[in-house]
């Protein structure tokens, strides 16, 4: 197999990525902030700066308007999908963490967006089994306990609206992805892996954004 182009992305050109990219609004950038300062030893599980942005344009590129995230953290994430959701859309935001979550509160009804998100304090499966059974998620931004990764893909599938989009976060989890005697949470992205890859009612791209990004768009 002949690979492709490859750069590598030293902290310069990581840099130049975000500085042409667009830019953390105030709100934003505070949270980001905040996060690291209020949870260092926590801090790696927030989105990617730039996944903030992207995630804003997935978004309204597909014109969702009934969107569901598990695992908010800090909600910067969900803060970044809000802004980008019509006035009437809807985000349906899934963690176990009253403490971590209480941040994002902030920042949402800063921002102006808190009556866009519905924030939901359960085991995300829990919230997931309780929604309608049709189609009717047009978005779904995956970021949380890789062990049950297929079992919210599971969940998430049927509820998908033709054309609608799954972003799965950590699915390179920092390249331990490779190694076939992993365990645990790496094993579990392995599996992940090959579970996407198989299922013929999505299409799916492996994007090597960040940890590893996978869209799978429901056909």
Sequence with gaps: MTKGNSTKITDELYQYVLDHNPPLDPVQ????TTTYEKFPESAGMQSAHEQGPLLAF?????GARRIVEIGTFTGFSTLSMAQALPADGALIACDISEEWTAYGRQAWETAGV???I????APALDTLRAM???PHIDMAYVDADKENQIAYWEELVPRMRPGGLIVSDNTLFHGRVL?????GAAAAMRAFNDHVLADDRMESVLLAIS???TLSRKR
């Design 29 to 32: 950038q505070g949270l980001v």
């Design 58 to 62: 997935l978004v309204r590129l597909t």
């Design 114 to 116: 808190a009556d866009r």
């Design 118 to 121: 519905d924030l939901r304090i």
């Design 132 to 134: 309608p059974g049709e």
């Design 179 to 183: 190694d076939e005697a992993a365990t």
């Design 211 to 213: 940890d590893g990004l």
